[in-house]
């Protein structure tokens, strides 16, 4: 099945650009977090609009209620992001943060 060439990937350093992929899990969650939300409220807002006959009332409210929640995880995201940058750990590793399973 292989030509004998194979080799082993070679080690990579712990923690080596984990920051980057930390950050960019941050970026990714607050997008996909804020997009979910919004399209999900949107469409429940004008659902409840249409059944109570209310112009944009509910989908407004929805909205609003969809922006903040991205927010407040969005920032909950970064206190979590900025307390591990700052106790210098830069992996999410159990063993490392002293977590047991």
Do not use: C
């Amino acid at each position: 099945m292989t030509n004998g060439n194979w080799r082993p990937k070679p080690p990579r350093r712990p923690g080596s650009d984990s920051v980057w992929f930390r950050a960019f899990n941050v970026a990714l969650s607050f997008s996909v977090t804020l997009g979910a939300s919004l399209f999900i409220m949107w469409h429940l807002g004008q659902w409840i609009d249409g059944k109570v006959g209310t112009y944009f009332v509910f989908t407004a409210l929805g909205i609003i209620i969809a922006v903040i929640s991205g927010f407040r995880i969005l920032i909950r995201e970064l206190t979590h992001f900025e307390e591990g940058l700052a106790s210098g750990k830069k992996t999410d590793d159990p063993a490392e943060k002293g977590e047991t399973k």
